[in-house]
């Protein structure tokens, strides 16, 4: 695959995004108060809220437009919903736990989801539900050598592991929502 069809991969799109878009929260989760970062969690999703709503199309015709080249066709009657879960998936994180464990559930969903996704379309074989265990396996190493720095071997390695098996389960919530969570209480936890 050259560099143009690789751009032009919609799902290559998303993760690159997705990726960038979550380890953004990084910054008012480690420098911000508390109250500020609050506040740009109501921010954002607020506009997550809009988005998946679908208020304002015409007035905001340029943004939707975005909106719609990152997202996958199924869910274009309720675009932004995926980025709303995994925003609240962190907010969560950040009001039960604070800051330490969400900061922690940005790194595993952010690097973990996109290096499955990305790994699991391209290279997968093995299914396992419609997941696959090459993108698993990707999920458990990319969010393990994030971590290890930080965590040290047992809780990096606790963490990835329950988290990409949460990623991988076919359970009816959002992989966005409960991958955070997962990470998050884990972390609190150990």
Known sequence: MNIREIIDDLETRRKVFHLFALLLWLLPLNYFPSIITLLVFALVIG???????GVGKERLAFYYRLVYKLEREKNYSRPGIQALWANLGIFMVFMLF?????????????VGDAFASVVGIRYGRTKVGNKSLEGTIAFLLSTFLV???????WKAFLICSFSAIVEALPI?????LSVPLVAGVLYYML
Do not use: H, Q, R, Y
């Open 47 to 53: 506009l997550n809220l809009i988005t998946v709503l």
């Open 98 to 110: 604070g800051k330490e464990p969400a900061m922690v559930s940005v790194l595993v969903l952010a």
């Open 147 to 153: 971590l290890l720095p930080f965590l040290g071997l």
């Open 172 to 176: 009816s919530v959002d992989d966005n």
